[in-house]
C-alpha cells in the first residue's frame, strides 16, 4: 500500500515537467484518470479473485503489474504511451490496495 500511495505522491509533484517533456499538456489529466480508473475497476476484480485463488497470490500478481506499469512508465517515449502505462500502473496499484488489507 506504501508502494502505490508513494507512486501518487510522485506522479502528482513531477507530471508537469513530464508532460512537457513529452509533448502533451493538453492530455496531463489522462495520466491521473488513467491510473484512478484502472484502480477503480480492478478493486473488487482483485477481491473476487483472491477470494477464488488465494490473497497472497493476486498480491503477487497487483505488485507484478505495478511493477511493469512503472517501468512502462519509465520508458514511455510519448505521453499516449505513458497514459497506457499508468492504467497498467492503475490495475496493479488496485489490487495492492485491496489486497494489502487482507494478507
Do not use: H, N
Request: proline share 3%; aromatic share 8%; with cysteine.
Amino acid at each position: 500500500m506504501f508502494l502505490a500511495a508513494l507512486d501518487q505522491t510522485i506522479i502528482a509533484a513531477a507530471l508537469p515537467a513530464i508532460a512537457g517533456s513529452l509533448g502533451g499538456l493538453s492530455y496531463l489529466a489522462w495520466v491521473v484518470t488513467a491510473y484512478l480508473l484502472a484502480a477503480t475497476i480492478a478493486a473488487p476484480l482483485y477481491g473476487r479473485m483472491g477470494d477464488a485463488f488465494g490473497r497472497k497470490r493476486m498480491l503477487l500478481w497487483a505488485l507484478g503489474l505495478f511493477v511493469a506499469g512503472s517501468v512502462g512508465c519509465a520508458i514511455a517515449p510519448t505521453l499516449a504511451v505513458l497514459i497506457c502505462a499508468r492504467a497498467l500502473q492503475g490495475f496493479g496499484g488496485g489490487g495492492l490496495m485491496r489486497q494489502s488489507r487482507r494478507c
